[in-house]
């Protein structure tokens, strides 16, 4: 699957995934009003709306990205109806022929983040028989607990030609609050990107391993020495855009063969239409106002990894 | 929720909560063989055999124990029929007068643990309605990402008056890998557990905090210090009996009112019936199994908090 996503990026010249993560005040009243008309206001009325606000999305960008990244929390916050919702997110993009990264940030220990592997990109045994569910291509994970509580995934993932993303540096204003401490003369985050550099070097695709890391746009001047201390790990990168980074600032994201990095944007590219410079295409237009918004990204971008 | 936790201890002398973690292998044979023959051996036959399974436990334990705590990994292995299970587990629970702390270790930014808090602790609004979704009493974060990753699940749950338990030390093996790392002369979990005291500070009950930390059995040696770092924190102990803890051993996770902790013990009471010492109950009484391996922690414990 790491295979697929370098050539797709490759073929696409598009080192972009695009973050699925609806809140309901971004859908357009139409597509609400649609959804309530026929389930209600209810917790499945939220889901349908999501659902229809995605497939247009999807439908309008999947022949310029290679990935979808669905935040599992904007559904699991409607319950087993968001839950519901995030499935045929994922299916439905799988059919377009995307990618899905799942950003569940899981991480729990042995059999129990062995569970979440079975549930997200593995297969449940059932008496007999087998069976998927939520199915993503990619989940990301976070690192606290250990080797214990990553190890397990790989496992699964091993199995299935799936990978999985671990948080080293996030995008967040606080990240630093614990990732940032210096450790032996070096930052905590480092360290975690040295492990990730180990759990990943038995477990490569052609170039890059299934075994990648979250280094968030805002902080670029550590993407440096990242880079260099996992230098076969794909790093996913959210906090472009909206968060504040640009396409200028990503250059140490990318190797020197222009690849290396995926760069996430949610509210940019999904909630475009509400942005002044997207505003001619209207509410009604809002899918088409994401293509542009990643055609503009696709340009952005190019500052950082054509070389 | 905190002060009726800490009532609930105090009136059954029992620190103790049971995690609902059932893997299938677990569940006995003819509870499987009764929800596959009404439902097949699907997912949904595996998500009722799981609640009939969690279901008897309940009913022999409930006047015995203040609190449950379902590890929702066991359940999302299963996709959404494992969610329903997890849902109706938490819902059956309550109606039983328990306390339900959601071992969903969740963690992320801004809007998005915001989205996690509704679905787990708080209320979802879609258009003029409201709705509750998962519905625990606590629930467990990780901190990797910092206090933005924290403080929008405190502030949910400072309206619904619910409460979280944060990772600080955690129960397995490779725990220590960044968790024991030193910083400034003192490992990172004790600058978590300060930070769990701060996100604390102003979220009192009438004894302890709504932010509670997890300390695994398994570190004894660190629960000392973590104890005095972290005074008003009550503390969630997993890592009882299968994982190795042992009552006399605890002492140090207790505070000198005899409160300030609650161990958890999951597989060592819902798969009771599987261990030599309950055997002569059988796989048909192991709800009876369990409740006896609850009187048998409940006077193990006393070791540890009767001063």
Redesign the interface.
């Known amino acids: 699957m790491i295979n697929e996503l370098v050539s797709k990026i490759k073929q696409l010249e598009a080192p972009i995934v695009v973050g699925l993560?609806p809140?309901?005040s971004y859908v357009p009243e139409q597509v609400?009003e649609k959804a309530?008309l026929e389930h209600g206001?209810?917790?499945k009325?939220?889901g349908e709306a999501i659902v229809a606000y995605n497939t247009a999305i999807i439908d309008a960008i999947h022949d310029l990205v290679p990935a979808v990244k669905p935040?599992i929390?904007?559904y699991?916050?409607?319950?087993?109806e968001?839950?519901?919702a995030f499935?045929k997110t994922c299916d439905y993009a799988k059919s377009k022929g995307l990618v899905v990264i799942g950003d569940i940030?899981?991480?729990?220990?042995?059999?129990?983040?062995e569970?979440?592997a079975?549930?997200?990109v593995g297969k449940?045994?059932?008496?007999?028989?087998e069976?998927s569910?939520?199915s993503e291509d990619f989940i990301t994970l976070?690192?606290?607990?250990?080797?214990?509580?990553i190890l397990p995934f790989v496992k699964v993932c091993k199995e299935e030609k799936k990978g999985v993303f671990v948080?080293v540096k996030?995008?967040?204003?606080?990240?630093?609050?614990?990732?940032d401490?210096?450790?032996?003369g070096r930052p905590?985050y480092e360290?975690?990107g040295e492990?990730v550099n180990e759990w990943g070097s038995d477990f490569m695709g052609d170039e890059y391993s299934y075994v990648g890391a979250v280094v968030g746009a805002t902080y670029p001047e550590m993407a440096r020495v990242l880079r260099n201390v996992m230098p076969k790990a794909f790093i996913l990168v959210p906090g472009y855009g909206a968060q504040g980074g640009a396409g200028k600032d990503l250059k140490d994201f990318f190797n020197q063969d222009g690849l290396g990095a995926i760069v996430n944007s949610s509210r940019g590219i999904i909630a475009a239409y509400k942005q002044e410079k997207y505003a001619k295409f209207g509410a009604e237009n809002f899918a088409e106002a994401s293509r542009q918004a990643v055609l503009d990204m696709k340009e952005d971008l190019k500052q950082a990894w054509v070389k």
Chains 1, 2 share one sequence.
């Open positions: 993560d809140m309901l609400k309530f206001e209810t917790l009325g939220a935040q929390a904007m699991e916050q409607f319950g087993i968001g839950l519901i499935q940030k899981r991480g729990d220990i042995g059999s129990t983040s569970a979440y079975i549930g997200h449940a045994k059932v008496g007999t028989k069976y569910s939520f976070n690192p606290y607990m250990g080797s214990d509580s948080l996030t995008s967040n204003p606080s990240s630093g609050e614990f990732q401490r210096i450790i032996d905590l360290w975690v492990k």
